[in-house]
């Protein structure tokens, strides 16, 4: 996250995109009002970076709800398959280094760290998958238990015959229709 600026231009663009989809998906974040939501984004210029970041790779984030905790706002991506430029990446960077040969350009942890987002969860994988039908013809690696990882594998979901499944492969693997889908808090 070295250029996190936008410019104003960039700044006006990002926003009306979010806007436009924050209207035209009410369900997915009830009880929220956009201005709220645009005042957070305009205060913290980082997130909107990283909210640009994910609609550049094709992720359509999306508010999908607020941390009773602590007041912030959740943002999934919500495209309606693994986002387009974040496929074809194994795991995490062990698992991009183990490669001896036909070594994807970048990992999904690597490439998740740079944007300043998150892998989602299994669990929040399924929260995203109750808004809508996600990952049809995709699939989307999910943050990996250490005990999994240590092992050598690595989890990722998709959704088939209207149910979700969570698998499990070698982290350094890697396929054209294997994304990964984030989350940033703001």
């Keep these: 996250m070295s250029n996190v600026a936008l410019s104003k231009s960039q700044r006006e663009e990002i926003l009306s995109t979010l806007k436009a989809r924050f209207e035209k998906n009410m369900n997915r974040h009830k009880g929220l009002e956009w201005a709220q939501v645009q005042a957070k984004l305009e205060a913290n210029t980082g ?5 640009n970041e994910m609609e550049r790779t094709g992720g359509e984030p999306n508010v999908v709800g607020q941390d009773k905790k602590t007041g ?3 943002f999934y991506d919500c495209s309606a398959e693994s986002p387009k430029e974040r496929r074809s990446l194994c ?3 062990d698992a991009l280094d183990s490669r001896k040969e036909n070594k994807p350009k970048d990992s999904a942890l690597d490439m998740a760290s740079a ?3 998150e892998l989602l969860t299994e669990e929040q994988y399924r929260e995203l998958q109750k808004l809508g039908e996600f990952d049809n013809k995709t699939s989307s690696w999910v943050k990996t238990p250490s005990e999994i ?3 050598g594998g690595a989890l990722f979901c998709d959704r088939r ?4 499944f969570v698998y499990h492969n070698g982290a350094e693997s890697y396929y054209a229709a294997r994304g990964f889908r984030g989350l940033l808090k703001l």
Excluded: A, P, Q
């Design 91 to 93: 795991y995490d960077r």
């Design 149 to 151: 990882r240590k092992l």
């Design 115 to 117: 944007m300043g987002i």
């Design 161 to 164: 015959y209207d149910t979700v």
């Design 47 to 51: 997130k909107l970076w990283s909210l």
């Design 72 to 74: 912030e706002y959740i």
